[in-house]
């Protein structure tokens, strides 16, 4: 299984099978009044060349970025989608193994933003709208919702047998 696509260099004498697309959203405090960002914006602040709530309207006070560790399926998703060639992210950033962690801290520092898979967005934060979409599961389903990545099964050539059955189900109405 993979929480990314494959590489090009990965992909050579494997077949990908997307069983289901995963929104990455990206949040703030539940006290945030910003409500949405645009691709430049949110790379913008993950680079670390914006700095401050009050570039993007709001409160004069540094922003908080948390992400996800090097090697982690949600963080290099993110990286791929949001920064451009040459571009990491700001190594001020504050960094967790965790996305439930992650949400924890976006949830007690008002000044923090953060990007983990759709299902841990909760009560305690707050999603943006990024491109003027907020993620749900339509727009993700959809692909109306731009920062996803598929999650995938991966195997050396066509399936069959018992593992052909399995992915059948998986693909399933019931299984999915």
Avoid: C
Avoid at 26 to 41: C, E
Avoid at 44 to 65: F, K, M, Q
Avoid at 66 to 75: H, P
Avoid at 136 to 162: M, N
């Amino acid at each position: 299984m993979s929480s990314r696509a494959l590489a090009a260099d990965e992909a050579t004498g494997l077949h990908a099978i997307t069983v289901a697309r995963d929104g990455i959203a990206v949040m703030v405090h539940a006290t945030n009044p910003l409500r949405a960002l645009s691709l430049a914006q949110l790379r913008a602040i993950y680079t670390g060349e914006i700095r401050s709530w009050r570039t993007l309207g709001g409160v004069d006070a540094p922003v908080t970025v948390i992400t996800r560790e090097d090697g982690s399926g949600t963080r290099d998703a993110f990286e791929h989608l949001v920064l451009t060639a040459g571009q990491s992210v700001d190594a001020h950033a504050l960094v967790t193994a965790y996305s439930g962690g992650l949400r924890k801290m976006v949830a007690e520092d008002p000044h923090a933003i953060g990007d983990v898979t759709f299902s841990q967005v909760d009560e305690r934060v707050r999603a943006l709208a990024i491109e003027g979409v907020m993620p749900s599961e339509v727009t993700i389903a959809s692909g109306a919702y731009r920062l996803l990545r598929p999650f995938l099964f991966v195997s050396r050539g066509e399936v069959s047998g018992a593992a052909r059955r399995f992915l059948d189900f998986v693909l399933s109405p019931r299984g999915q």
